[in-house]
């Protein structure tokens, strides 16, 4: 008797155990088919959203390439800045050769003072009143920190100048920004959107070949 009620009792004991067996894999099975859905559901809204950059590097998603309506949020001075660093990312632009020739569209005289690299470069720029500005073009991924102001300012010692002008596309950070306005108007900074501002303002002036990369940004109204 001892045997038998043993017997059943394991018996009873593999059969819940089978069950709980079951309801685990049906659990699996539910959360693996969720996990799925999931994944499906993450991958349809991924495929639906576009990251527009000034640095994309999908050149469908930029102004100028492809088809191009002009977003409601974005100003013209938005868009050419846009343009631009598309354009000097990709080596198509030259910023150092841009500034030369938007300074001499404003009437001013430059040169180079020092041998340029694709990540620096200093010009000297001479106003009709023979005003002198050194012009130092940095090109860095990330915006430029609170020491480039010194440096700028140990160019001016340098090389003899009353003003100093740092040109930035990444831009700068807020304690650059806060040090250049304490040296009143001698140091100025300029980012891609102060370029943008300056090329629409001599842009008629321009080298026929720079205005060609900006033609479709700039008949945009």
């Known amino acids: 008797m001892y045997m038998t009620d043993s017997k059943a009792g394991k018996q009873r004991s593999c059969h819940d155990l089978s069950e709980y067996v079951n309801k685990i894999a049906a659990a699996d099975h539910k959360l693996s088919h969720h996990a799925v859905s999931l994944e499906k ?7 639906t959203t576009k990251i527009i950059s000034p640095r994309a590097n999908a050149r469908n998603d ?3 390439h492809g088809d191009f309506n002009k977003p409601k949020s974005m100003s013209k001075e938005d868009l050419v ?7 000097v990312s990709t080596k198509e632009i030259n910023l150092e050769k841009l500034l030369q020739n938007l300074f001499d569209a404003k009437g001013f005289k430059t040169r180079c003072c020092a ?3 694709s990540r620096s470069a200093t010009l000297i720029v001479s106003t009709p009143s023979n005003v002198k500005v050194s012009v130092q073009i940095k ?3 990330r915006p430029l920190t609170e020491p480039m102001i010194e440096i700028a300012k140990e160019v001016m010692t340098i090389y ?6 740092l040109v930035s596309l990444a831009g700068f950070t ?5 040090a250049a306005k304490q040296n009143d108007a001698s140091l100025k900074l300029w980012s891609a959107k102060d370029i943008a501002k300056e090329i629409i303002a001599n842009y008629s002036n321009m080298d026929t070949q720079v205005r060609s990369c900006f033609d ?3 008949s945009v109204k």
């Open 81 to 87: 800045a846009q343009m631009l660093c598309s354009k």
């Open 174 to 178: 807020e304690k650059t920004l806060a």
């Open 41 to 47: 559901a993450k991958a349809s809204a991924f495929a």
């Open 216 to 218: 479709k940004v700039m």
């Open 115 to 117: 041998e340029s690299t």
């Open 160 to 165: 003899g100048t009353k003003h100093s002008l």
């Open 139 to 141: 090109q860095s991924a």
């Open 62 to 64: 930029l102004p100028g």
